[in-house]
């Protein structure tokens, strides 16, 4: 269900590093294609971290994301807000809109998990 997606996908290498300062800022980015379609997430502390937006406007595109916020809720699925570096680089790989002004993250956990209890509500799963 999940693959790694080696080589080239728009501007970015699967997976870069971007050197900084040490602590908040340490990840790095790449892409993996969910269900058939390629997200891009952050590896952050060791934990893939995926846009919502993007995990709503591609992945989930035939469920209102009322649905999807009531499913989130009972599945304990919490999101965190991105810092400025890590929005950067989500608009970097077209991840957000370069409009976006702030992104939330879920892990790829939760959107496993996510993914699991919605299969019945799309009609394209």
């Known amino acids: 269900m999940f693959l790694t ?12 590093d971007f050197p900084g300062e040490t602590g908040p800022g340490d990840f790095h980015a790449g892409y993996q294609e969910i269900e058939g379609i390629n997200l891009g997430y952050l590896q952050i502390n060791g934990t893939q971290m995926f ?16 649905t999807i916020s009531k499913k989130m809720e009972t599945l304990k699925i919490k999101s ?8 950067r680089t989500l608009k970097a790989i077209h991840s957000v809109p370069t409009r ?7 892990s790829k956990a939760d959107l496993e998990a996510l993914c699991s209890s919605c299969k019945s509500l799309s009609p394209r799963r």
């Open 5 to 16: 997606c080696e080589g080239t996908f728009g501007l970015l290498p699967a997976a870069v």
């Open 51 to 66: 846009a919502l937006a993007q995990v709503l406007s591609d992945l989930f595109k035939d469920i209102p994301r009322t």
């Open 80 to 87: 965190r807000r991105c810092d400025l570096q890590e929005l």
């Open 100 to 106: 976006a002004v702030k992104c939330s993250l879920i």
